[in-house]
């Protein structure tokens, strides 16, 4: 099995209730950030991104608020699904043009119960 | 379309071993990164290629070096594989404000 992501903080929910996960982002200067899902023995995918310049996006069953007062990040998933049990983690855009590189925070376990 | 495709996807090595990890896409991707991952942790970034023909350090890059072969393919080397290099290996590519697509992970095993 993946061993990634043994020691993770890890948030169980309902089948069919409300999701949410945080994150909080070091540097005050960050414009873009970045929500990823990795399922077991695969790689990270892109849920939903966020720039500096908003508080709230949403996507299907997913929202993503940014409170830049208190540099936090978090990830609402509505309805929740077994589908939805992976790893979240949250990135924020460090440099600029091509070379930019995200930083990743170590990430979330959901759990999905039946 | 077959997006990040990375090579091997298993692999065991000794202490002292050198071994290459390939990676491609296929979108005409300009960018290309290595990261690493390791339990607990958030992905790491070891080296990354703006461009064809440019590469560059990121955070974790001691042990490692890359080769930017043409625009569709990025490799990561170990010259001489350490246990602390156990890990698993992601490969990313992005286009300006896109986001990063991740491969499928390799996982290294050294003993």
């Known amino acids: 099995g993946e061993s990634v992501g043994l020691h993770l903080p890890t948030l169980s929910v309902q089948e069919g209730d409300n999701s949410i996960i945080n994150c909080a982002y070091s540097?005050?200067?960050?414009?873009?950030f970045i929500w990823y899902k990795q399922e077991s023995g695969k790689g990270p995918q892109f849920i939903i991104d966020?720039?500096?310049?908003?508080d709230k996006r949403q996507g299907q069953r997913v929202t993503v608020l940014l409170n830049k007062t208190v540099k936090h990040l978090s990830l609402q998933i509505a309805a929740t699904q077994p589908g939805d049990s992976a790893v979240y983690f949250c990135?924020?855009?460090?440099?600029?043009?091509?070379?930019?590189?995200?930083?990743f925070g170590p990430g979330t376990r959901l759990s999905v119960l039946p | 379309n077959a997006g990040v495709t990375q090579t091997p996807k298993f692999q065991v090595l000794k202490t002292g071993q050198s071994m290459t990890l390939q990676c491609a896409q296929d979108?005409?991707?300009?960018?290309m990164y290595w990261y690493r991952q390791d339990p607990g942790m958030g992905l790491r970034l070891i080296y990354y290629?703006?461009?064809?023909?440019?590469?560059d350090k990121g955070e974790v890059p001691n042990g490692y070096n890359v080769s930017r072969l043409n625009k569709r393919e990025f490799s990561l080397r170990l010259e001489s594989a350490a246990p602390s290099q156990t890990s698993v290996y992601f490969c990313?590519?992005?286009?300006?404000?896109?986001?990063?697509?991740f491969g499928q992970g390799t996982r290294l095993t050294v003993v």
């Open positions: 990313a590519s992005r286009m300006s404000q896109v986001t990063a697509f």
């Open positions: 540097n005050s200067a960050s414009d873009y």
């Open positions: 966020i720039r500096s310049n908003m």
């Open positions: 990135a924020e855009k460090k440099g600029n043009n091509y070379g930019q590189n995200f930083v």
């Open positions: 979108m005409n991707h300009n960018s």
């Open positions: 290629s703006a461009s064809e023909g440019t590469t």
